[in-house]
């Protein structure tokens, strides 16, 4: 199934992942899990390899469909795997995930691999949304996984430090709760919105994730400006946690966009940070995406 080629920097052999390659991929992919991450299943491995994700499936949708290759040792065992894909609306090409043990000759043939298959005279974007792989995981834990940051880096990517991803344990002992709140089920993403509203007027709102494996998502509060200062933001942490908790979660996760510059209020995230921190959720690493052009 697809030519075998080689990686010139490496000389490992790639071909076309294959269905027999199922078990090897899932413990790479495992291999670099991070607290707060559920267990890569057979499942969540189809879904990744037909390109599709219940988190950014919007951006997607978007791309042709994915390829998935691996790399191997002369022996034919597995070593890693790489999947990618271009976006036909601007001719841009993705690296959406890629896994090889942290082991820098693995990582450094992916990599070389995926460039030359795209075509290194396009310009190339690599960990910029989540796939099915992971539970909301939109860019690479630069901290857990240094070697590929470094490949990347080495192979002419840029790399953007755009997310703070946090971690708690349920129940957090503290919190103050909405006194006034409306939940309803929302799809994009699959979970839960709350609102607290004076009268018709939204003041502050969070939504949560459906929690897999016992972990939920946190995936964002917002508090207008008008309404800010007031503590609602607290408020709707103490009851996002106790509702995930609700529906069956241990953990929490969390991801705080906090790449905005400190001194803009309307897009500092400096106090919620502060929030967060106070509350508990330990900082577990920071996500980074990567661009390369030509």
Same mark, same amino acid.
């Given at each position: 199934?697809?030519?075998?080629?080689?990686?010139?920097?490496?000389?490992?052999?790639?071909?076309?992942?294959?269905? %027999?390659?199922?078990?090897?991929?899932?413990?790479?992919?495992?291999?670099?899990?991070?607290?707060?991450q559920p267990e890569t299943t057979s499942a969540m491995l189809a879904e990744a390899l037909a390109g599709r994700s219940p988190i950014?499936?919007?951006? +997607?949708?978007?791309?042709?469909?994915?390829?998935?290759?691996?790399?191997?040792?002369?022996?034919?065992?597995?070593?890693?795997?790489?999947? #990618?894909?271009?976006?036909?609306?601007?001719?841009?090409?993705?690296?959406?995930?890629?896994?090889?043990?942290?082991?820098?000759?693995?990582?450094?043939a992916l990599i070389d691999h995926a460039l030359a298959a795209l075509g290194r005279q396009r310009t190339v974007s690599a960990f910029?949304?989540?796939?099915?792989?992971?539970? %909301?995981?939109?860019?690479?834990?630069?901290?857990?996984?240094?070697?590929?940051?470094?490949?990347?880096?080495?192979?002419?990517?840029?790399?953007?430090?755009? +997310?703070? #991803?946090?971690?708690?344990?349920?129940?957090?002992?503290?919190?103050?709760?909405?006194?006034?709140?409306?939940?309803?089920?929302?799809?994009?993403?699959?979970?839960?919105?709350?609102?607290?509203?004076?009268?018709?007027?939204?003041?502050?709102?969070?939504?949560?994730?459906r929690p897999v494996a016992g972990i939920g998502v946190l995936w964002w509060i917002s508090v207008t400006p008008a309404a800010r200062?007031?503590?609602?933001?607290?408020?709707?942490? %103490?009851?996002?946690?106790?509702?995930?908790?609700?529906?069956?979660?241990?953990?929490?996760?969390?991801?705080?966009?906090?790449?905005?510059?400190?001194?803009?209020?309307?897009?500092?995230?400096?106090?919620?940070?502060?929030?967060?921190?106070?509350?508990?959720?330990?900082?577990?690493?920071?996500?980074?995406?990567?661009?390369?052009?030509?």
């Amino acid at each position: 199934m697809g030519s075998v080629t080689t990686g010139p920097a490496t000389g490992l052999p790639a071909r076309r992942y294959e269905a %027999g390659d199922e078990a090897a991929v899932l413990s790479l992919a495992n291999a670099d899990r991070i607290t707060g991450q559920p267990e890569t299943t057979s499942a969540m491995l189809a879904e990744a390899l037909a390109g599709r994700s219940p988190i950014d499936s919007g951006w +997607w949708a978007e791309l042709d469909a994915p390829v998935t290759d691996v790399v191997h040792d002369p022996a034919g065992t597995v070593l890693g795997v790489v999947s #990618y894909a271009v976006r036909p609306s601007d001719d841009t090409g993705f690296v959406l995930w890629l896994h090889g043990h942290e082991a820098p000759a693995v990582v450094g043939a992916l990599i070389d691999h995926a460039l030359a298959a795209l075509g290194r005279q396009r310009t190339v974007s690599a960990f910029e949304f989540a796939s099915a792989l992971s539970l %909301g995981l939109e860019g690479l834990p630069a901290g857990h996984r240094p070697v590929t940051r470094a490949g990347l880096e080495a192979a002419g990517f840029s790399g953007r430090n755009l +997310w703070r #991803y946090m971690h708690a344990e349920l129940p957090i002992a503290g919190l103050p709760h909405a006194s006034s709140l409306t939940v309803r089920d929302c799809e994009e993403p699959p979970g839960k919105r709350l609102e607290m509203r004076d009268g018709g007027e939204l003041l502050a709102e969070a939504t949560i994730g459906r929690p897999v494996a016992g972990i939920g998502v946190l995936w964002w509060i917002s508090v207008t400006p008008a309404a800010r200062g007031r503590g609602l933001g607290q408020a709707l942490l %103490g009851s996002s946690v106790d509702l995930l908790r609700g529906l069956g979660a241990r953990e929490v996760i969390l991801f705080v966009d906090d790449d905005a510059p400190a001194d803009d209020p309307e897009r500092s995230r400096a106090a919620a940070n502060r929030m967060y921190d106070r509350a508990g959720l330990a900082q577990v690493d920071r996500l980074f995406s990567f661009s390369r052009r030509p």
